[in-house]
T-cell receptor
Framework: AQKITQTQPGMFVQEKEAVTLDCTYDTSDPSYGLFWYKQPSSGEMIFLIYQGSYDQQNATEGRYSLNFQKARKSANLVISASQLGDSAMYFCAIPSGAGSYQLTFGKGTKLSVIP | DSGVTQTPKHLITATGQRVTLRCSPRSGDLSVYWYQQSLDQGLQFLIQYYNGEERAKGNILERFSAQQFPDLHSELNLSSLELGDSALYFC???????????????FGSGTRLTVV
């Protein structure tokens, strides 16, 4: 079964600095992908970035990038130039279940951006 | 607006009651997933429907059931409610690609259920 581990329950970052949120995964699927979602205090789940295991280059979406290291089974999210609006919970997730693709989530990291 | 619509946004009900949560997926998406987010269990997959048929079941209680209608909207029915059912319930939809791997799960804004 798929498993996601996010070891940082909470993190602080200074505004305009970069921050890395850790995510390690365990899967037996030969082909898989990793998702990152943001959940602000209002509660909605916002898709940030996705990378497939066979993608050659690390995914980038604006200020978000994935530091994907298959050998270490890690898919860390890097947020550059942090903004106050980045304060939120961040979840890493991996699809699981052949033919189903339901997501298995980590417990999340609460990021607080300090002015 | 993510394109996935969930109603109602908030629901307060008493123990023992039954409620129905509704989800309209993003246009063109055939798959609907239901998730429960609680403080102690985190985000957990409940059930998936694909084009009207149940595709996968997760940690869904027998008191809970769901269905997907011909117009692809889905309903999650929660009955004999207990205090522990209080949670944020999300619906998500996705497009299944030709390779069989979905991408870009889109979540609705959730229904916050409070059982008193």
């Amino acid at each position: 079964a798929q498993k996601i581990t996010q070891t940082q329950p909470g993190m602080f970052v200074q505004e305009k600095e970069a921050v890395t949120l850790d995510c390690t995964y365990d899967t037996s699927d030969p082909s898989y992908g990793l998702f990152w979602y943001k959940q602000p205090s209002s509660g909605e789940m916002i898709f940030l970035i996705y990378q497939g295991s066979y993608d050659q280059q690390n995914a980038t979406e604006g200020r978000y990038s994935l530091n994907f290291q298959k050998a270490r089974k890690s898919a860390n999210l890097v947020i550059s130039a942090s903004q106050l609006g980045d304060s939120a919970m961040y979840f890493c997730a991996i699809p699981s279940g052949a033919g189903s693709y339901q997501l298995t989530f980590g417990k999340g990291t609460k990021l607080s951006v300090i002015p | 607006d993510s394109g996935v619509t969930q109603t109602p946004k908030h629901l307060i009900t008493a123990t023992g009651q039954r409620v129905t949560l509704r989800c309209s997926p993003r246009s063109g998406d055939l798959s609907v997933y239901w998730y429960q987010q609680s403080l102690d269990q985190g985000l957990q997959f409940l059930i998936q429907y694909y084009n009207g048929e149940e595709r996968a079941k997760g940690n869904i209680l027998e008191r809970f059931s769901a269905q997907q209608f011909p117009d692809l909207h889905s309903e999650l029915n929660l009955s004999s409610l207990e205090l522990g059912d209080s949670a944020l319930y999300f619906c998500a939809s996705s497009a299944i690609t030709g390779t069989g791997y979905s991408y870009g799960y889109t979540f609705g804004s959730g229904t916050r259920l409070t059982v008193v």
